[in-house]
Every structure is written in C-alpha cells, then in structure tokens.
C-alpha cells in the first residue's frame, strides 16, 4: 500500500476506505455466527418435529377397527383416574379423579 501512494497510483483516502470495508465485513460475518447456529439448531428441531407427525401410531383408540362419529357419543366419563410421572413416583398428580362430560354440557 505504501508504494502506492508514494507512487500516487492511489491516494490515502481510498486505502483507508479499503481498511474500514475490510473491517466492517469481519465484524458483521462474526455477527452472523450466532445466527447461523440458531437456525442450524430450528433445523435439527423442526426436522424431529416433522418426524414425530409423520409417525405411524400402534396404538388403536377404540380397541377396533370400527370408527364412530363424533356425534353418537352422548357422554364421557372418567373414573377414579391416578396419575404420577415416571421421573417421580412418589409425586402424585391425579388422585381419584372422576369426571362425567355429556354432550351439549355447559360449564
């Protein structure tokens, strides 16, 4: 740089321009960084998120093969339902739970 301002082919004010860019586009690629590895991370989760709606359950619902409509269900009900998580057993959630929901119910 140097030589070539002293051989006038360039003059000092277009070499610190030259400086400055060259410094700002460091710093913003450094900025970048933080992003890149948020969206590489919402990659990796939407990516199991799409897996787990794709998957085939081995669970039946009703025990059979048959489908009823929603509207022939006149009532739910729920009996003496316990609950614990498994990471802690001696916490219990739900202890004795009954309940009863009948269509057209109101709260």
């Known amino acids: 740089g140097g030589v070539?301002?002293?051989?006038?082919?360039l003059l000092p004010?277009?070499?610190?321009?030259?400086?400055?860019?060259?410094?700002i586009a460091a710093t913003q690629l450094a900025n970048i960084r933080p992003g890149a590895a948020a969206w590489r991370d919402g990659r990796a989760a939407a990516a199991r998120l799409i897996d787990t709606v794709r998957h085939i359950s081995n669970i039946?619902?009703?025990g059979n093969t048959q489908k009823q409509k929603?509207?022939?269900?006149?009532?739910?009900?729920?009996?003496?339902?316990?609950?614990?998580?498994?990471g802690r057993p001696d916490?219990?959630?739900?202890?004795?739970?009954?309940?009863r929901i009948t269509t057209g119910q109101k709260t």
């Not at 729920?78 to 498994?86: E, H, I």
């Not at 916490?91 to 309940?99: A, E, T």
Request: aromatic share 10%.
């Open 4 to 9: 070539l301002v002293k051989g006038q082919t």
């Open 13 to 23: 004010g277009t070499i610190m321009n030259v400086f400055f860019c060259i410094l």
């Open 60 to 62: 039946e619902a009703l």
């Open 70 to 86: 929603l509207g022939a269900i006149d009532h739910f009900e729920m009996q003496d339902v316990s609950f614990r998580y498994p």
């Open 91 to 99: 916490v219990g959630v739900l202890q004795g739970l009954s309940l």
